[in-house]
């Protein structure tokens, strides 16, 4: 599905659908309880498919903990009314999302993660979702030592013989900042990107333009301009390389990025491109960074990810 853009950014797309998202049979509970993660789903309502068994088990680096109900202010409440919410709510619990909303199809479902359609609906365009009710990239608890790895999720489904295959040559995940998406349940998009992305990030990754450690993800020499559609121009990224996805990007990126230069996690957008060669995968993804503090920087990955 593709966000809401700023009005300085790239223009809105149009909706064509809405598209589903997850949901949480663990309900925030407790002034300062942590939820539980709710147990491994089995069919989805409607007759979806269960869960892979390599994606019933805790990613990586992560638990299978939801927001407590003190960041409610932060990270979204149960009884809120969004679309991707209510798909959650669908997906995880069988509550049909009112009317026009459609049903989703649930296509993955684990205990903290399902995956389902993006819009348009095509085979190269999906979406991660948490099982929490959790807003989007500012809810702190994304960024905590028990909060579940989801990128390194959504690389494993969305890679070639993954769950949900994303069905083109080159592949991108990425989220959008709070002020650039519509919809209110945190996803993170799995969509294809254009060659020539690809081609210009093994060039910045030639030329040493880009961090091999987190720690200096943030330095000025590590960001340069990536292209976007025809006649978009440019946009400035911070540029990291990484052998795995094992990381919590949501904690590189605050730990090293946001935290050290008193940026806000709220106006940051991140996009991974996992290096592909012509003989494959090549055990390096490249972890982009944006923000509009930066000169020529940008709120949301639709520039680099192609979704229709």
């Known amino acids: 599905m593709n ?40 069919p989805a309502p409607g007759g979806g498919p269960s869960p892979h068994p ?23 409440s149960p009884a809120d009314n969004d679309p991707l919410w209510h798909d959650v709510q669908y ?5 049909v999302p009112p009317p026009p ?28 979702l948490p099982t929490c009710r959790i ?7 994304i960024h905590t030592d028990t909060a579940p790895n989801y990128w390194h999720e959504a690389w494993e489904n969305a890679r070639s013989g993954g769950n949900v295959p994303v069905q083109a040559p080159y592949i991108g995940l ?3 900042s709070q002020g650039a998406r519509r919809l209110q349940q945190l996803h993170i998009h799995m969509a294809a990107v254009r060659e020539s992305t690809q081609r210009r990030l093994q060039q910045l990754e030639a030329d040493g333009r ?19 559609p025809a006649g978009s121009g440019d946009r400035v ?45 090549a055990s390096t993804f490249y972890v982009l960074n944006s923000d509009t503090s930066i000169h020529d920087g940008t709120s949301t990955c639709d520039y680099l990810l192609v979704y229709g």
């Open 3 to 42: 966000d809401q853009k700023n009005a300085n950014e790239f223009p809105r797309r149009q909706f064509v659908a809405l598209s589903g998202a997850v949901g949480a049979t663990a309900l925030l509970t407790g002034a300062a309880a942590t939820m539980s993660t709710p147990a491994a789903a089995g």
């Open 54 to 76: 390599s994606c019933s088990t805790a990613p990586p680096g992560g638990g299978v903990t939801c927001p407590p109900t003190s960041l409610q202010s932060l990270c979204g």
């Open 91 to 95: 997906c995880t619990q069988g509550i």
């Open 101 to 128: 909303q459609l049903k989703p199809d649930c296509l993955v479902m684990t205990p903290h993660y399902i995956i389902l359609h993006g819009a348009p609906r095509n085979t190269h365009n999906y979406l991660t």
């Open 135 to 141: 807003t989007g990239i500012e809810c702190p608890f």
């Open 174 to 176: 990425g989220i959008n």
């Open 210 to 228: 880009m961090a091999t450690q987190p720690s200096a993800w943030a330095d000025t020499a590590n960001q340069a301009p990536v292209s976007g």
């Open 237 to 281: 990224y911070r540029i990291l390389r990484l052998p795995n996805l094992r990381d919590n990007l949501f904690t590189l990126l605050y730990q090293n990025v946001v935290r050290p230069n008193s940026l806000d996690m709220a106006d940051q957008t991140l996009i991974v491109v996992p290096k592909i060669t012509s003989t494959g995968f």
